[in-house]
C-alpha cells in the first residue's frame, strides 16, 4: 500500500505543480543593448636605443547586454563581452589581438521591495556584478577585472541615507580533479554608507581583501564627496582612502593612503556650443625609504581610465601588489581635458588633452614612467554611430637608459607615437 501511495504521490506532485502553472501567469520583458567598437591602429617609435619596426594591427571589443523584468520587483540582468586570455591586455583597453570570446561579465537577478520593514527601499542582487566605489581609487568597475566578483549585494534605504554592502569570492580554490571547489581562495567584502547633504553626495567606505594564505589581508577606510558649487557646471569630486596591511609578528608595519580629486566646469563661448575643462588628480602611497615603516596603497581593484595607457589605473600602476613587489614608490598621475564642441558641426567634437605620471616618492633619483599627450576627434555620424581619430605621444619624462629594468619602453626611454581610427557602433 505504501509503495502504491509513493507511486502515485509524484504524479499528484507533477499535476498540482502544472496546475499551479497554468494558473499563473507569468510574463518576462526582454531589452537588449549592446555596442561594438573596431579600431585600426598604427604605431611608430622613436628615441630609443633599439630600431623598431612600425606595427599595424586591429582590436575589437562587442558587449551584449540584455535585460528582463520578470514580474513587477524582480529584474534578470546579463551581459557579455569579448574577451582574451592574455592578462598583459585587459578587457577594459579593448579586447585585443589573439584569440577571442564571448564570455559573461555580468550576471545577476535582482529584486526590490518597496516600502519594506524598518527602511524606505531594499534591493537584493545575486550573481556577477559590479560594484564601483566613487572614480575607482580603492574599487573600480570589475569590466576591467572581468569573471571575478561573483557574490551577493545588498541596499538598503532610509531617509536619505544608503547603505551598500557586497560579498564576493573572487577566486576559488578546487580540487586537485578540478571536478570541485576546496578549503580557501579569495574573498572580497566591502560596506559602503552614502547620503546626500545640500546636494552634495557625500560617502564612506570599508573594504576587505581576505586573500589565500596567512598574513595576506588588508583592510582600506575611505571617504568622498562630489557635487556642484556656485554654478551647476562647476563640478568637483574628492576621495580620499587608507590601506592597512596585516603583517607577520617581527616584520615592518605597512600601511599608506591615496588620493584622487577633480575639477571641471562646461560654459558656451564664442562660435563653440560647449567648452569644457577638467583637471584630476590621484596619487598612491609608495615606501619612503628613511622610514621603519613600508608605506604603500594598494588596493587590488582600483580602475580609472584617463587616457591611452598612462592614464589606466591597476594594480601595478596604481601602487603595488603585495605579493609582486612592483611599482614600491608608488604613483602620481595627473590629468588635464579640454573639448570644444562647435555651433556650426554639434556631432564634432575636438578634445585635447595631457596627462603626467611619475613615482609618489623618488627614493633611486629615477623616474620610470611615461607622460602622455593625445588629440581626439569624435564625430556622431549617427545617434548610435560614431567614429574617432586620435593621436597620441607617449614618451619618457626622464632621458637615459636603465640596464636595471625590464625590455620595455620605460628601461630604453622610447617614444611611441599612436594614431588610431575607431568606429563605435551601439545598438
Excluded at 579593448?94 to 577571442?100: K, N, S
Excluded at 554654478?231 to 574628492?238: I, N, T
Excluded at 623618488?362 to 593625445?374: K, Q, V
Aim: charged fraction near 20%; glycine fraction near 8%; include cysteine.
Amino acid at each position: 500500500m505504501k509503495n502504491i501511495i509513493h507511486m502515485y504521490s509524484k504524479y499528484v506532485l507533477l499535476l498540482v505543480l502544472l496546475i499551479c502553472c497554468g494558473a499563473a501567469e507569468v510574463k518576462a520583458q526582454f531589452t537588449v543593448t549592446g555596442d561594438f567598437r573596431t579600431r585600426f591602429y598604427y604605431d611608430s617609435f622613436s628615441g630609443g636605443i633599439q630600431d623598431r619596426q612600425d606595427l599595424y594591427y586591429i582590436r575589437y571589443l562587442g558587449r551584449l547586454n540584455v535585460r528582463s523584468n520578470v514580474g513587477e520587483n524582480v529584474t534578470f540582468y546579463s551581459e557579455l563581452m569579448t574577451f582574451t586570455d592574455n592578462p598583459l591586455s585587459v578587457t577594459r583597453n579593448i579586447a585585443g589581438t589573439e584569440e577571442m570570446y564571448y564570455g559573461i561579465s555580468q550576471l545577476f537577478a535582482e529584486i526590490v521591495v518597496p516600502d519594506a520593514p524598518f527602511f524606505d527601499v531594499m534591493r537584493f542582487r545575486v550573481g556577477r556584478q559590479q560594484f564601483p566605489i566613487g572614480r575607482g581609487l580603492s574599487q573600480g568597475s570589475s569590466i576591467s577585472y572581468a569573471r571575478l566578483f561573483d557574490g551577493l549585494r545588498a541596499d538598503v534605504s532610509k531617509y536619505d541615507f544608503t547603505l551598500s554592502l557586497f560579498g564576493s569570492v573572487t577566486r576559488q580554490n578546487l580540487s586537485p580533479s578540478g571536478l570541485f571547489p576546496d578549503s580557501g581562495g579569495d574573498k572580497l567584502f566591502i560596506a559602503r554608507l552614502s547620503r546626500t547633504v545640500l546636494q552634495q553626495d557625500l560617502m564612506s567606505y570599508f573594504i576587505l581583501n581576505r586573500l589565500d594564505g596567512m598574513y595576506n589581508d588588508s583592510y582600506i577606510l575611505g571617504a568622498g564627496i562630489r557635487g556642484s558649487f556656485w554654478d551647476p557646471e562647476l563640478e568637483y569630486f574628492g576621495e580620499v582612502a587608507h590601506q592597512t596591511f596585516n603583517t607577520a609578528p617581527g616584520f615592518p608595519e605597512m600601511s599608506g593612503m591615496g588620493f584622487m580629486a577633480g575639477l571641471g566646469y562646461r560654459w558656451s563661448m564664442g562660435p563653440f556650443r560647449w567648452v569644457k575643462l577638467e583637471t584630476r588628480y590621484a596619487a598612491y602611497q609608495g615606501n619612503d625609504e628613511t622610514t621603519d615603516r613600508i608605506e604603500r596603497f594598494s588596493p587590488l581593484y582600483p580602475s580609472f581610465f584617463w587616457g591611452d595607457r598612462a592614464g589606466f589605473a591597476n594594480g601595478v600602476i596604481g601602487g603595488d601588489f603585495p605579493q609582486d613587489g612592483a611599482n614600491l614608490e608608488g604613483s602620481r598621475i595627473w590629468y588635464n581635458r579640454i573639448y570644444f564642441v562647435p555651433q556650426a558641426m554639434q556631432r564634432l567634437r575636438l578634445q585635447l588633452q595631457y596627462i603626467y605620471v611619475t613615482e609618489f616618492i623618488d627614493n633611486d633619483n629615477y623616474n620610470s614612467m611615461n607622460n602622455e599627450f593625445s588629440a581626439r576627434l569624435f564625430y556622431a555620424a549617427t545617434r548610435n554611430s560614431r567614429f574617432q581619430f586620435r593621436y597620441v605621444l607617449r614618451q619618457p619624462n626622464e632621458d637615459g637608459f636603465n640596464p636595471n629594468l625590464p625590455e620595455s619602453s620605460t628601461r630604453d626611454r622610447f617614444s611611441i607615437h599612436r594614431y588610431m581610427l575607431e568606429w563605435h557602433v551601439r545598438f
